[in-house]
C-alpha cells in the first residue's frame, strides 16, 4: 500500500509532464464534438445562470432574510460542483473520478431543493430565479452524462472486473493533461464569476447580522462627535 501511495504522490509532482491534449479546431469526430462542448459550451456557460441567481439574491435582499444560512448552503453547493470539476479537469477519468461526479450532480440537486425549500419561507423568490436554479441543476448532470459518454469504457470498468484497471479506483493525473491556458482560464473564471461574487454575498450577509445600534444612541453619538468636533 505504501508503495502504491508514493507512487501516486510522485505522478502528482509531474502531472504535466505528458504532452497537452487539445481539440483540433477543425475536427468534426463525435469524440472531438463532445470534448469541445464540454470544455467550451457547458463549463464556460456554468458562469451565466451563477451571476444571474447572485443578482436575484441582491434585488430580494438576502442579507435582510435567509441571511447567513442561505449563503453558507450556496457555499455548500459551490463545493459540490467544484469538487468534481477540478476532478474532472486535472485527474484521468476512470470509475472513481465518474462516481465522484455523478454522487456529486445528486447531492447538488438535493441541496438545490433544501436551498429552494428555506428561500421561499422567508424571501421572494421570483419565477426568474426558479428558472435560473433549473440550469444550476441541469448542468452538472449534463457534464456528468457527457463524460461519461465519452468514457464509456470506464464506465463498464466500474460494473464489471473483467474491463478493469490498475488506476481505475485511484486519484491518478490525466496521462495528457488539459493545456495550461484554459486551466487558467478556467481558474480565472470560477474567481471572478464564483467566488467573487458569493463571497461578497456572504459579507453582506454577515455584516447585516450584527447588532445595529439603537437610533437614539446612534444619534447621540453622531451629535457628541459633531460637537467635538466643533
Known sequence: MRIRRRTTLSRWRHWRSGPPLRVPAG???????????????????????????????????????????????????????GVPVVAALTAKVNPLVLSLMGGAALAHGATALWDVSMAVEEREVRPVEQHIHSFLEVLPLTAAAFTACLHWDRVRAGFSRAHRRPDDWRLVPKDRPLPAPYLGA???????????????????????RRPQPPADAAAAAD???AHAAA
Open 186 to 208: 478556467v481558474a480565472a473564471g470560477v474567481g471572478l464569476f464564483v467566488v467573487l461574487p458569493y463571497a461578497e454575498e456572504m459579507w453582506r450577509c454577515v455584516r447585516a
Open 27 to 81: 475536427a468534426d469526430d463525435v469524440e472531438n464534438a463532445s470534448r469541445r462542448f464540454l470544455m467550451y459550451g457547458v463549463l464556460p456557460l456554468w458562469f451565466v445562470p451563477a451571476v444571474a441567481d447572485w443578482i436575484m439574491h441582491r434585488r430580494t435582499g438576502i442579507e435582510h432574510t435567509t441571511g447567513v444560512r442561505e449563503s453558507a448552503v450556496h457555499a455548500l453547493m459551490m463545493t459540490e460542483a
Open 223 to 225: 451629535g457628541t462627535a
